[in-house]
């Protein structure tokens, strides 16, 4: 009878590990998603910013492409009101058309490609998409772990009763666009 007091304490000590450790694991997986995501939203807040300065420079050299600037403009405001992982993703998809007419438009007007105000925001612009493709590529990486310990077993049996749920990627719609580089050439 004490044999099986100690092996049932035993058990219930390893079951009760099992869990914290578990709990605990899944914590720092959902803390390292939520830290990534602060980082694609810290380098989107970044292309925003910039996004008026650049369509303030253009709006300059050419007035009459003022459709072509409100919809940067919507399109901006739309990502920066976004609130779920993929309203983000459809918002980032609107804003990177919209930019690529706004750098077609600029392609009409050489007195803007040689402005070195508008030539040092396309460079800016261009290391802000590529410091959004790096945090986009880590947030759906650390996604991809926290999404999988909550598939594997028996964390999943944890994860499930203490309420983890799986976390969006942050993916292109459309597949053609996302097997392209942002290119920004004047």
Known sequence: MFVGMIVGGTL????????IVTYNTLVRLRQ???????QVDVQLKRRYDLIPNLV????????????????VTQARNMAIAAGSVA??????????????????????????????????LQ????DTESKIAFARQFY???????NTEIELFPANLVAGMLGFAMVDYFT??????ARQNVQVTF
Request: hydrophobic share 45%; proline share 1%.
């Open 56 to 71: 303030n420079a253009v709006k300059g050299y050419a007035q009459h492409e003022k459709e072509t600037l409100d919809r």
């Open 12 to 19: 219930v000590l390893l079951v009760v590990l099992f869990l």
């Open 172 to 177: 292109l719609r459309e597949e053609a666009e």
């Open 32 to 38: 390292r998603v939520q830290n990534a995501w602060s």
């Open 140 to 146: 759906n990486d650390t996604v991809q772990n926290f």
């Open 87 to 120: 309203e983000q993703a459809r918002a980032e998809n609107m804003l990177s058309g919209a930019l690529k007419s706004l750098f077609v438009v600029a392609e009409a007007y050489p007195e803007l490609k040689a402005n070195t105000n508008f030539l040092q």
């Open 123 to 126: 460079t800016e612009l261009s």
